[in-house]
């Protein structure tokens, strides 16, 4: 089955304990993308990859970093989490060419950092 | 990308049709126009998208005016599975997500 896996699905933290948030995607899509969602603030983009070894920041990258050494995978990387950083997590993908294609978007990771 | 404007809320009788207005009156000439969906907390999914013409595919129906301006998203027989947060966005590259329309699906 085409899909974007994120793992974990719920992950609590304390403040400072670096975390990863994986990302996997078995669609051979070259782009992919990080958002944040929060309450009254709706999705916001973290990161993005338009290929292997091409990362680029969205709009809220601020404590967080991102690899992308493979195709599939695009890990979420908080080195330091705070409370802040408190949200609801999506991955998504898509084909190169993503202004005539949908996203693939994962299930979620629900981060709290305490 | 342009922005979008959508009413915040929306009811729809369950069997009827839904229809989601969205304005967009400063795309331009290469942007397209998507709709997803949020249902509750899960991962946004894609429904629909078109740039000229109007769509249709096995989910919805997408017409959008001869200008370009606006467009309108059609579930034909709405369910209660279609309550959620549905996003007009209108790019040509980057998903910006705004606020979104929440449709409500009514017994």
């Known amino acids: 089955e085409a899909q974007v896996t994120q793992n974990p699905r719920y992950l609590i933290t304390v403040t400072g304990k670096k975390l990863t948030v994986t990302c996997s995607q078995n669609m051979n899509h070259e782009y992919m993308s990080w958002y944040r969602q929060d309450p009254g603030l709706g999705l916001r983009q973290i990161y993005y990859?338009?290929?292997?070894?091409?990362?680029d920041k969205g709009d809220v990258p601020e404590g967080y970093k991102v690899s992308r050494k493979e195709k599939r995978n695009f890990p979420l990387i908080l080195e330091s989490p705070s409370p802040n950083q408190t949200s609801l997590y999506f991955c998504?993908?898509?084909?190169?060419?993503?202004?005539?294609?949908?996203?693939?978007f994962g299930s979620g990771t629900r981060l709290t950092v305490v | 990308d342009a922005k979008t404007t959508q009413p915040t809320s929306m009811d729809c009788a369950e069997g009827r049709a839904a229809n989601l207005p969205c304005n967009h009156s400063t795309i331009s000439g290469n942007e397209y126009v998507y709709w997803y969906r949020q249902i509750h907390s899960q991962g946004p999914q894609y429904i629909i998208h078109?740039?000229?013409n109007n769509e249709t595919n096995e989910m919805a129906s997408l017409i959008i005016t001869e200008d370009r301006k606006s467009s309108t998203l059609i579930l034909p027989h709405a369910t209660l599975r279609d309550t959620a947060v549905y996003y007009c966005i209108v790019r040509s590259y980057q998903l910006t997500f705004g606020k979104g329309t929440k449709l409500s699906v009514i017994p």
């Open positions: 990859s338009m290929n292997v070894e091409v990362t």
């Open positions: 998504a993908s898509s084909p190169f060419g993503a202004d005539i294609y949908g996203y693939t």
């Open positions: 078109g740039l000229k």
